[in-house]
């Protein structure tokens, strides 16, 4: 849409079967490209301007976390609690940093932030994550959360 709310394109890149799924999207924006990831393991690029697929992937795992820029690079943390680097040019995994899976996803997109070349993210079990944001290497870990219970766990809660 355009500033006076005027529709300028509109892109559809789901088939019916995906669509009933629901996919939920999450966006960010870096020039003018536009990325989406997704609950259905896809992620891809748009051009803002002319509505244009620029490139688009299909991941092993379904994404749970905000979709961040920074520098050269998309980053995502899929369900199995995994933070992910493509590329912004052609979405072409960079590295990838695993973490402890839990048997319960977060039903908050989970965090990604960055402080100079650090990549920092939460994941499902209550851990936070500092990587090299250049080739993912391991900086530091922290576990915020002490308890041993499921139910603890379904009630995690974390910030932004």
Do not use: C
Request: glycine fraction near 4%; charge should be positive; hydrophobic fraction near 35%.
């Amino acid at each position: 849409l355009d500033q006076n709310s005027q529709l300028l394109w509109s892109f559809n890149i789901y088939s019916k079967e995906e669509k009933k799924i629901g996919p939920l999207l999450t966006f960010n924006k870096k020039d003018n490209l536009l990325f989406i990831a997704d609950n259905l393991a896809r992620y891809y690029s748009i051009d803002i301007d002319t509505g244009k697929l620029i490139w688009d992937k299909k991941h092993t795992s379904s994404f749970n976390s905000e979709i961040k820029t920074f520098k050269n690079r998309i980053y995502i943390v899929d369900a199995e609690n995994t933070l992910n680097s493509f590329l912004i040019k052609d979405g072409t995994k960079v590295w990838s940093h695993f973490t402890e899976k839990s048997f319960i996803n977060s039903i908050k997109k989970l965090s990604i932030v960055f402080n100079k070349e650090k990549v920092i993210f939460n994941n499902s079990t209550g851990n936070i994550t500092a990587l090299n944001a250049r080739d993912g290497k391991l900086l530091w870990q922290s576990n915020t959360f002490n308890s041993k219970s499921y139910e603890d766990l379904m009630n995690l809660k974390t910030s932004n």
